[in-house]
């Protein structure tokens, strides 16, 4: 995991370095996931069943702009929320367990028509997905659990005569085996089927524009 997210930002910041025309930008993002189901059923004595609740996620980004048409950003989002599951574990079982997701994403972006005060955009996103779940009936830590993510977005940017700009935006966020009996609700007592996640949402936000080599030519000229 901490590879992951020293590369990223090696890599963001090597482009940032290296390209001749770019605006850096940073994101700040609040927005609404729904309900996703969740569950897996190898035995009576080997499923878990229930749903990541949906609830209010938000995030912060840096963003680069590589070309005018074109974005990476180095992203961070959480969401913490509640996780409804039926289980065995020494007989049957039910939790409300307390779930918090943080992804690490570095995402891509395609920009349509960049030079207009309305800016469509959609993209993809990769990285990792950090998993932390309590169990509130005894107040256990259940561990954490970082697992592959990956995502969609798509949107849209509107441009103001200020350096604030505003975004809204819809996402498909999807972990690779998250949810898992073994990890979570077994606890060691050997259940090992998992299941993935896919949440959808959406989100509005703040887009400042923190510098621009176009603005600064323009000053120089």
Request: charged residues 15%.
């Amino acid at each position: 995991m901490k590879r992951f997210v020293v590369c990223a930002i090696f890599l963001v910041t090597t482009v940032c370095v290296t390209t001749a025309q770019k605006t850096i930008r940073l994101n700040g993002y609040g927005g609404y996931l729904f309900d996703d189901k969740v569950g897996s059923y190898a035995s009576q004595t080997n499923y878990f069943d229930g749903q990541i609740n949906g609830g209010f996620q938000w995030g912060v980004g840096v963003e680069y702009e590589v070309a005018p048409a074109y974005g990476i950003e180095l992203l961070y989002l959480r969401q913490d929320t509640k996780a409804p599951m039926d289980y065995y574990l020494s007989g049957d079982k039910h939790t409300d367990f307390d779930l918090a997701i943080n992804y690490i994403l570095f995402t891509g972006s395609r920009y349509l028509k960049p030079e207009s005060k309305v800016v469509p955009y959609a993209g993809a996103l990769f990285g990792a997905a950090i998993f932390n779940l309590k169990n509130p009936d005894n107040n256990t830590d259940q561990g954490t659990r970082t697992t592959f993510a990956w995502g969609l977005k798509g949107g849209v940017l509107f441009k103001t005569d200020s350096r604030v700009s505003i975004k809204l935006q819809a996402t498909l966020l999807s972990a690779l085996q998250s949810v898992g009996g073994g990890y979570y609700f077994g606890a060691g007592a050997g259940v090992t089927t998992y299941s993935s996640i896919f949440q959808f949402g959406f989100s509005g936000g703040l887009s400042v524009r923190l510098w621009s080599a176009k603005t600064k030519d323009a000053a120089v000229k």
